[in-house]
């Protein structure tokens, strides 16, 4: 069962995407509320895979994405974003993210993004 690290400022979020996850067999390790906790619990936990909100306080998704990928090249992270942040999305590919899943979310969607990134 792969391990999944949820990264978003707001709770509501992170219990929609546990729940989704929850129900089809993956084991959420830990949430994170912040680019910075998000650092500090993938050190921590060492999941399989992230999702990673991009605007969040403190530290922005990308920031956390970019020092995910210095301490784990294979970090496998995929973002989360708002409609109409493609510029953000563009960078946060090019820092190293697998793949993104556009708010509100789709439980197929969000499904179909994970399985894919974990191969």
Do not use: H, W
């Not at 709770?11 to 089809?24: E, G, T, V, Y």
């Not at 990308?62 to 989360?80: F, N, P, S």
């Amino acid at each position: 069962m792969a391990s999944i690290l949820i990264v978003d400022d707001a709770a509501f979020m992170r219990m929609m995407i546990k729940d989704i996850l929850s129900k089809n067999g993956f084991e959420v390790v830990g949430e994170a509320a912040n680019g910075a906790e998000a650092v500090e619990k993938y050190k921590e936990l060492n999941p399989d895979l992230v999702t990673m909100d991009i605007t969040m306080p403190e530290m922005d998704g990308i920031q956390a994405l970019k020092e995910i990928k210095q301490i784990d090249g294979g970090a496998k992270v995929i973002m989360c974003s708002a409609m109409g942040q493609q510029s953000m999305v563009i960078d946060a590919i090019q820092s190293g993210a697998k793949d993104f899943i556009v708010k509100p979310f789709q439980a197929d969607r969000v499904l179909e993004a994970i399985k894919k990134v974990l191969g």
